[in-house]
């Protein structure tokens, strides 16, 4: 946790925040702060600053904080990501909040399997958890915007032409002839397939609607290395 | 699996290999495949090539094995890692190998607890089988080799200056004045610190035996996105 983030409902008057729970015992076991030291914290949607420990005990924590610095640049990126298995949801919901991304529809493909669908990672409040978790790694407040889309063709059909414009729209395919271009300067909309990758169906539909293929080279890696990678590159 | 990696323990005769255990039940459930069908396989260490199933049941699979292509080229990179928590070690592992890395150190640091050194994820049998779910996720054949060193000090003075000759020599470090280069086109040994960074002392002791400190923006990632992130920058 390099940044605690804060929601207004923390808040016990205009500039001091109590704490309990998750956050106060991170706190606790990790960072072994005193009353008069002070947290780097960061309220959601808004500010960063720092939070003065007025007052600290195992059930709760108070602060007096000043927020003062705007949050690190997001990236100009449109992440499209068929729909990882449960756990390496999590996982990537967590780092590509970290790396500045800040919207992210989640998609259906043949290769995904039906039963993610049902996964309670994909409730509202698990999700937000692994959001906050990347805002707090990467000392960030803005949260991401996830959208579900469990049909693939009016997606590809109806949405994502309109989702594109003025972006370099990429489709990551092992089988494309291209390889992804590097540090482009320029807002990407980048659509990844599941394990197994998007069959070629999909992958007609989204070049037919403007998306480019692109690869990453021979190696297929694994959702976890190939998201951060492909993000790595293009920015 | 996108590749099936066979041992010289699973050939029966000079060309016929046979299989159980994991990798058959992944193959009956993931591959769902029948006899007569191909499978991509490579022999470790070797080439990789065609299996054809010539028996298939329950219990085993027989297969008539052809090798005749070169695995795809390792990376020029020797990783440094401070070693992570065990579950993200496990996950790293992984990935790196399927980046194509064939060198990779676990370091100590003030920052890695004790007590991952005693992780049963560092037992040799343990770490090979990370590395061969990457060499099977990426389609190689070459295992990598997976160095311990749970003293920082010798290993910073005595073996790194070795190590760096001839490569580019960084350390990742959110505090850097120098973005982390792209592409750079030659080798690289690349030290990246634990979660919370090297300490002061650790990165004067790597600079000053060469390695230039560089950053990758002003956001700190999680080690399973940092890892993938450099990597991907650099080559």
Partial sequence: MNLILLFKGDFISKNKARLE?????????????ATGEKLRVGLSGGLIGIGCITCLNNTSLEMDVSLFNAPPAALPLTLILALPRPKVLKRVLLSVTAMGVKRIFLLNSYRVEKSFWQSPVLEPESIQRQLVLGLE????TILPEVLLKPFFKPFAE?????????????VAHPAAQTPCPRNVGQPVTLAIGPEGGF?????????????????????ILNIEAAVPSLISRLF
């Fill in 158 to 170: 109806d949405e994502a032409p309109i989702l594109i414009k003025d972006t370099l729209p990429l």
């Fill in 199 to 219: 069959i070629p169906y999909e992958v007609d539909k989204l070049t037919s609607c403007g998306f480019h293929a692109v690869h990453l080279g021979e190696r």
């Fill in 137 to 140: 790694q990467s000392r960030d």
């Fill in 21 to 33: 729970g998750r956050r106060l015992k991170h706190i606790l076991e990790v960072h072994r702060v």
